[in-house]
């Protein structure tokens, strides 16, 4: 996962894999929405927000990550569970229309989870996106999610190993404490 430290000494969230991933998930169901969902079915809404609700939780995670890990987790996990949603709507879609699903080990899905471990550049894939029907796009759609899955799954582990070693806010505010403490 690629990261660049800033000031703080925290990770600058748009350069995360996890978060890069999020936004071309976003922009594509925005796109898929617009042109397959008529916008007074709930479901334009629903899908648009949870691919929202996703990218911004892990902005929101962190940015809360500076004071609580503990809070940044659960935005995480909110992420996960706003695209795991997403990724269920996709294959409804397909689904209740008669559309097929991409196997697992089809060749579409290999090209698709190639592309998706070499790109990180929404423009590229709305450009992808500009030829292809509701069917390919939302199997585009679930390929990119399942890895956005695994890449937030991994994210969080590694962000849980970083707190169980360094601590959070509330156990660095006690060091400090205590350090005063014996000062005095």
């Not at 809360?64 to 659960?74: H, N, Q, R, V």
């Not at 991409?102 to 423009?123: C, F």
């Amino acid at each position: 996962m690629s990261r660049s430290i800033i000031d703080n000494g925290h990770w600058n969230y748009e350069t995360l894999l996890c978060y890069k991933k999020a936004v071309v998930i976003y922009d594509l169901t925005y796109i898929f929405c617009s042109r397959y969902i008529d916008k007074r079915d709930r479901t334009y809404d629903q899908m648009i927000q949870a691919a929202r609700s996703g990218k911004q939780n892990i902005v929101e995670g962190y940015t809360d990550a500076s004071t609580s890990y503990e809070i940044a987790l659960k935005l995480y996990n909110v992420a996960r569970g706003s695209f795991r949603e997403l990724l269920e709507d996709y294959g409804d879609y397909l689904r209740t229309r008669g559309l097929r699903v991409w196997e697992l080990n089809s060749e579409e899905t290999t090209t698709m989870r190639e592309i998706g471990k070499r790109e990180s550049d929404s423009a590229y894939y709305t450009t992808l996106a500009e030829s292809r029907n509701d069917e390919a796009i939302a199997n585009m759609l679930i390929v990119l999610l399942r890895q956005e899955d695994m890449l937030l799954n991994r994210f969080i582990e590694s962000e849980g190993k970083r707190f169980a070693a360094a601590g959070g806010f509330r156990e660095k505010l006690t060091h400090v404490r205590l350090a005063t403490r014996k000062e005095e």
